[in-house]
C-alpha cells in the first residue's frame, strides 16, 4: 500500500515532458489570441491550475464518502490530503487568475469576474476545512466531521455557481469573461491540453508524496507513543 | 414514519419551550439584530443607496443566525444531553430535524422584530424581501445545525462555527438580497429553494455521521 | 518587453515559485522525519537493552 509506488517516477517524468513541452508551445507556437494579446498566455497555466483544484475538492470528496460508508480510517489522510492539495492549487488559481485580471482590466481583482469569484467562495470554503481539522481532536470524530464537510463542499461549487451567476449584474456593476470559448484554433487547444496533462501529472505526483508523508507522520507519532 | 414525525416534535418541542423558559438565547439575539441595525445606520454615509441598506439587512441577518446557532447545541453540550439523545431509540437524524425547526422558529421571531425594525429605520419592505428571508431561514438552519454540532466535537467551537458558516451562507445572501432588489425576483426565489433543498438533504442524511461517538 | 509580456511570465513564474517552494517544504518534512526515525530508532535499541 506504499503512496509512493512505480507508478510515482513515471508521473514526475510524464509532468516534467508535458509542462515543459506544453508551456513552450503555448509560448512560442500556439496563435497569439486576436482579442486579448500576448497576455492571453496565462490561460494555459491559470485554467490547468484551476481545474486540478477542483479536481482535488471532488478527489477529496470522493474519498470522504468511502471513508463514511467503509468507515476505513485509511481515506480520512487520502481525503485530506487531497483537500490540502487543492487548496495549495487553488491558492494558485487565485494568484494567477488576479495577474490576469490585472492584465486585462487593469485591476489586481474585479467581483464582475465570474470564474474567479466562484473560485474564492470555494476557496474560503474549504481553507475553513483546515480549521475544523486544526481544532478537533485527533481521532474517529474528527474523520467523520472533516469527511462530511468535504462533501459540503462539493454541492458548493454548482450551488454558488448558480448564484453566481444569477448574480450577474444586480450585485456587480459589469461582468467580465475572457472568451476563449468554442472558437479556439486547435493549436491553442493542443497547447492547452498538454499543460494541462502536465499540471494534473504534477499534482498526482505532489499527492502521492504528501500523503506518502502524512502517513509516515502517522506512523511515526504511533511507533513514538509505544516506545515512550 | 409516524413515530420519526413524533419524535421530531417532541424534540422541536423539548427545544423551543427550554429556550423560552430560560430566556437566553432569544432576547440576545432580538437585541443584536436591532442594535445592529442601529450600527449600520452609523456605519452608512448619508447619500447610502437604498441597495446598500437593503444588502445591510442581509448580513444582520446571518450574524443573528449565527448568534442563534452557537447556542443551538449549548445546552446539549453543557449538560451531555446529546451523548443521551444519541443513545436514545431515535433516528439520528430526527435530532437534527427538531434542530432545524427549533432554530426556524427562533429565526421568525428575531425578524418579527428585525423586519418591522428595518422597515422603520431605513426603507419600506415588500413582500420579495419576506419570502426570501423565509426562505434563506430554512437553509441557514439547515446547515446551521449540522455545522454547530461539528463544532461542538471540536476545542473552539464558538470560533470555529462562524468560519465554517459563513461561506456556506454566501449563496444564501446572494439569493436573498437578489430577490429584494431586482426587478424579477423570482429567479432569485427559485434559487433559494434550490439552495434549501440541497443543502437540507445533504445535511439530513449526513448528521449522523457527525454525531456518532 | 511589453508590459503584457511581463505579467505573463509573472503568472509563470508564480507557479515555478510553488512548485519550488514545495520541494523546499517537502525536503524540511523528510529531514524531520529523518531525524524523528532515528530518534525512535535509538529509543528501541535502548529499549531492547541495546
Request: proline share 3%; charged share 15%.
Amino acid at each position: 500500500m506504499s503512496s509512493l509506488n512505480k507508478a510515482a517516477p513515471a508521473l514526475a517524468f510524464a509532468a516534467a515532458a508535458l509542462l515543459v513541452g506544453g508551456i513552450a508551445l503555448a509560448i512560442f507556437w500556439a496563435p497569439e489570441d486576436v482579442d486579448q494579446g500576448f497576455s492571453q498566455k496565462i490561460f494555459y497555466i491559470h485554467v490547468p491550475v484551476a481545474l486540478t483544484a477542483y479536481t482535488f475538492f471532488g478527489l477529496g470528496a470522493w474519498k470522504a464518502l468511502r471513508l463514511l460508508s467503509t468507515r476505513d480510517s485509511r481515506y480520512d489522510l487520502e481525503s485530506y490530503t487531497a483537500v490540502h492539495m487543492g487548496v495549495i492549487f487553488g491558492l494558485l488559481t487565485l494568484v494567477t487568475g488576479s495577474i490576469w485580471a490585472k492584465t486585462s482590466w487593469g485591476q489586481w481583482w474585479s467581483w464582475g469576474e465570474r470564474q474567479l469569484v466562484l473560485f474564492l467562495v470555494v476557496f474560503l470554503f474549504y481553507s475553513a476545512y483546515f480549521m475544523l481539522r486544526y481544532s478537533t481532536d485527533p481521532g474517529p470524530r474528527r474523520e467523520r466531521n472533516s469527511a462530511v464537510f468535504a462533501l459540503f463542499g462539493v454541492a458548493l461549487i454548482p450551488v454558488s455557481f448558480l448564484a453566481v451567476r444569477i448574480a450577474g449584474t444586480i450585485l456587480h456593476p459589469t461582468v467580465f469573461t475572457h472568451d476563449d470559448g468554442v472558437a479556439m484554433p486547435w493549436e491553442m487547444f493542443l497547447a492547452f491540453c498538454i499543460c494541462l496533462g502536465g499540471v494534473l501529472a504534477l499534482a498526482a505526483t505532489f499527492y502521492r508524496v504528501e500523503l506518502a508523508g502524512k502517513r509516515i507522520d502517522a506512523s511515526l507519532k504511533e511507533l513514538r507513543e509505544q516506545l515512550a | 414514519m409516524s413515530t420519526y414525525a413524533v419524535d421530531v416534535a417532541t424534540l422541536a418541542r423539548k427545544d423551543v419551550l427550554l429556550e423560552l423558559r430560560s430566556r437566553d438565547t432569544l432576547p440576545a439575539m432580538l437585541l443584536f439584530v436591532v442594535s445592529a441595525l442601529v450600527v449600520f445606520h452609523f456605519a452608512l454615509p448619508a447619500d447610502a443607496s437604498d441597495r446598500a441598506e437593503i444588502g445591510l439587512f442581509w448580513i444582520a441577518l446571518i450574524f443573528t443566525a449565527l448568534l442563534g446557532l452557537t447556542r443551538a447545541f449549548a445546552a446539549e453540550r453543557e449538560q451531555s444531553l446529546l451523548d443521551g439523545l444519541v443513545l436514545a431509540p431515535v433516528d439520528r437524524s430526527a435530532i437534527w430535524a427538531a434542530k432545524v425547526i427549533s432554530v426556524v422558529v427562533f429565526l421568525a421571531l428575531a425578524e418579527a422584530v428585525a423586519v418591522p425594525a428595518y422597515a422603520l429605520f431605513f426603507q419600506p419592505v415588500g413582500w420579495e424581501l419576506v419570502a426570501a428571508v423565509a426562505l434563506a431561514d430554512v437553509g441557514i438552519a439547515s446547515i446551521g445545525a449540522l455545522l454547530a454540532a461539528m463544532a461542538a466535537a471540536s476545542r473552539s467551537r464558538e470560533l470555529l462555527l462562524p468560519l465554517l458558516f459563513l461561506p456556506l451562507a454566501i449563496p444564501a445572501v446572494i439569493g436573498g438580497v437578489g430577490a429584494s432588489v431586482a426587478e424579477n425576483p423570482a429567479s432569485f426565489l427559485g434559487f433559494l429553494v434550490l439552495y434549501d433543498v440541497v443543502f437540507a438533504i445533504l445535511a439530513w442524511a449526513s448528521f449522523e455521521y457527525v454525531v456518532t461517538e | 518587453m511589453t508590459s503584457a509580456e511581463k505579467y505573463v511570465l509573472a503568472a509563470y513564474l508564480v507557479f515555478l515559485g510553488a512548485v519550488l517552494a514545495y520541494l523546499v517544504i517537502i525536503a524540511l518534512k523528510v529531514g524531520r522525519l529523518e531525524q524523528e526515525l532515528a530518534d525512535l530508532a535509538r529509543l528501541a535499541r535502548e529499549r531492547r537493552g541495546g
